[in-house]
C-alpha cells in the first residue's frame, strides 16, 4: 500500500507538510507493506489520478479491485498514522509471520 502526496515546490500548505510527512516517511521506512512517497505535481503527472489542489493526497491500495482512495483525514504525523494502521490487519501480518516461523522449525 502506498500514500501519496502531489505537491508544488511553491505552495505554503505543502512546505507546511513537508516535516510532518518526511516524519512519516522515516516512521514507516522499514514497514513490509506501507511505503510513503511524495511527488512533485508541477513535473510529474500520473495517468487517471486527477490532483485539483496541492497537497492533495491519495492512497493506493495492494488489494485487487480497489480503486485509489482520496485522503482527506488531518494532517498530523498522529492522523496519518491512525488512517494508515486502519488500513492494515496486522493481526493477519502477524499470524502470517507466526506460521512462517513454525514452517522453519517443522523442518527440523
Not at 64 to 85: I, M, N, Q
Amino acid at each position: 500500500d502506498v500514500l501519496v502526496e502531489f505537491y508544488a515546490p511553491w505552495c505554503g500548505h505543502c512546505k507546511q507538510l513537508a516535516s510532518i510527512y518526511d516524519e512519516l516517511g522515516e516512521k514507516y521506512k522499514d514497514h513490509a507493506s506501507i511505503v510513503i512517497a511524495k511527488m512533485d505535481s508541477t513535473a510529474n503527472e500520473v495517468a487517471d489520478v486527477t490532483v485539483r489542489g496541492f497537497p492533495t493526497i491519495k492512497f493506493f491500495t495492494k488489494e485487487s479491485g480497489r480503486k485509489v482512495g482520496d485522503y482527506s483525514g488531518g494532517r498530523t504525523l498522529e492522523d496519518f498514522v491512525a488512517f494508515l494502521e486502519g488500513t492494515h490487519d496486522t493481526e493477519a501480518e502477524d499470524d502470517k509471520a507466526d506460521e512462517d516461523d513454525d514452517a522453519a522449525h517443522d523442518e527440523l
